[in-house]
């Protein structure tokens, strides 16, 4: 508060006070906090993907969806929302080939980040492409060898491919 005080325009600090408010599941004031930080830098993308993320914690998925894509348009770029974006049109929208179009935006952007490579090998999944899903998913287990999410998609894909023995381990 004392640097907002001295600096209202601080936006490491707004970003903070929404923080603080996440982690004390006050998520209506975390929502306000983070959309102060618009009021003055309306193209920011932490402060976009933040809200995105509450609205995600409070079920709503819509709002949510179009936070992301706000940053998106800011960033095309930004791997964390193209990820997270095409997580929520797959799990939640049900939409899995546009949620493909996100999930390759995401790895192409991060090639060495567990949760895109694993967002993309689920969306391919979806999408019914089970040899490719299978090459991402090990590309994200190889990045996160002990990652129990990962390990989880990779064995839902073996047993379906009638593969007991690996998708037991």
Request: hydrophobic share 45%; glycine share 4%; net charge positive.
């Amino acid at each position: 508060a004392t640097a907002l005080t001295i600096d209202p325009h601080f936006l490491p600090a707004r970003m903070a006070q929404g923080d603080l408010f996440v982690a004390r599941k006050n998520l209506d004031q975390a929502l306000s906090k983070y959309q102060a930080v618009l009021q003055i830098a309306p193209k920011s993308t932490a402060a976009l993907v933040k809200i995105a993320g509450v609205h995600e914690m409070k079920g709503h998925w819509n709002e949510a969806e179009q936070a992301y894509r706000q940053a998106l348009d800011a960033d095309p770029k930004l791997a964390l929302a193209a990820n997270n974006l095409a997580w929520l049109l797959n799990e939640r929208e049900k939409k899995p080939a546009e949620a493909l179009k996100w999930a390759t935006k995401a790895v192409e952007s991060a090639p060495k980040d567990y949760n895109c490579q694993d967002t993309f090998g689920w969306v391919l999944r979806a999408n019914g492409n089970r040899s490719r899903a299978l090459v991402a998913l090990k590309q994200a287990n190889a990045l996160a060898p002990a990652n129990p999410q990962i390990l989880y998609h990779l064995g839902i894909l073996y047993q379906e491919g009638k593969q007991s023995r690996a998708a037991v381990q």
